[in-house]
């Protein structure tokens, strides 16, 4: 992504700041503010993706023809609703890149979001690697690690539906260490006005039904593979062999038990975007929710 893009959103951002003509802030508990609000939104997003649709290489690859008009009627009918943001994808597509970027951005901005991972809905699996000796000996005597049935799904469901109504909850945390322990109720996460759900977990079995927003990305093969080689290799010192044994493990898990919610997402996202790019939109995003006359 070359410099004029950054310029670009840029532009579009200070423009917004800097515009005298600027509208007075509607009454969000009236019905009508709320309607004219989504009115808002519609147009400036259709804005931000002709932008998009201009570029070399867009962050938006596809976007259902009906999600605007749908997530505008759930805005102007379900305001207490907090909005709920699932991302998934197959494993080394770029999804915990993309919300490292977003956390970035809510600590700059201090937005009202919170990110729930869904890989700390792992099973707890401890009493199986001690049996087998290692992760990768369970996985090699048949273990399917991203099954569906290797979450806590039931948890998870219980946790997105307490905190899509403004409860706060504790999520469960898997350790990474290779231990295979979960440990239950031990990470706070606030219901936040908008929440962030991460992860290949998110869409698995009913858990899609609560999202307002369903994002998916995607990012070629051979470009995963790089980002999965490396990681594996350089940033958790696994040995070659393994890793490749890995990669083949998750390429065809990925389009067993990921795939398939590509169909059902809203929003599909190239992994390999540039993140300043994106971390402008999000900032474009903040700007004209929060920009108008009191």
């Known amino acids: 992504m070359n410099e004029d893009t950054n310029i670009g959103i840029s532009h579009l951002i200070k423009k917004e700041l800097d515009s005298d003509d600027k509208i007075l802030k509607p009454d969000f508990n009236q019905k009508t503010g709320r ?29 259902k023809y009906d999600f605007i008009q749908k997530f505008s009627k759930r805005l102007i009918h379900n305001p207490e609703k907090r909005i709920m943001i699932g991302i998934t994808g197959e494993s080394a597509s770029g999804k915990s890149t993309i919300c490292n970027k977003i956390k970035e951005v809510i600590k700059q901005f201090e937005m009202p979001v919170s990110i729930i991972n869904t890989d700390n809905y792992f099973n707890d699996i401890s009493s199986l690697i001690a049996q087998f000796g ?27 539906d307490k905190i899509s109504k403004g409860e706060d909850i504790r999520s469960p945390q898997y350790l990474p260490n290779g231990t295979g322990v979960s440990v239950p109720n031990s990470i706070p996460v606030l ?6 759900v991460e992860g290949m977990a998110s869409m698995y079995g009913n858990n899609s039904d609560i ?22 290799c350089t940033e958790r010192n696994q040995d070659l062999d393994n890793a490749k044994k890995h990669w083949k493990y ?3 898990a990925g389009e067993k038990y990921v795939k398939p919610y590509r169909t059902d997402a809203d929003i599909i996202i190239n992994g390999a975007s540039n993140l300043n790019y994106f971390a402008q939109i999000l900032e474009y995003i903040y700007t004209i929710t929060n920009n108008f006359e009191s």
Do not use: C, H
């Open 250 to 252: 998750i390429s065809i």
């Open 211 to 232: 999202f307002d927003i369903k994002i998916y990305v995607e990012t070629d093969n051979e470009l995963r593979e790089k980002w999965f080689m490396n990681r594996a």
């Open 134 to 160: 290692s992760f990768d000996a369970l996985r090699d005597n048949g273990y399917d690690v991203d099954s569906p049935n290797s979450f806590q799904l039931d948890v998870l469901k219980n946790d997105l």
């Open 191 to 196: 219901s936040r006005k908008i929440v962030v």
């Open 35 to 63: 309607e004219f609000l989504a009115f808002y939104l519609q147009s400036k997003f259709k804005q931000i993706l002709a932008y998009d649709s201009k570029l070399p290489q867009p962050i938006f690859k596809e976007v």
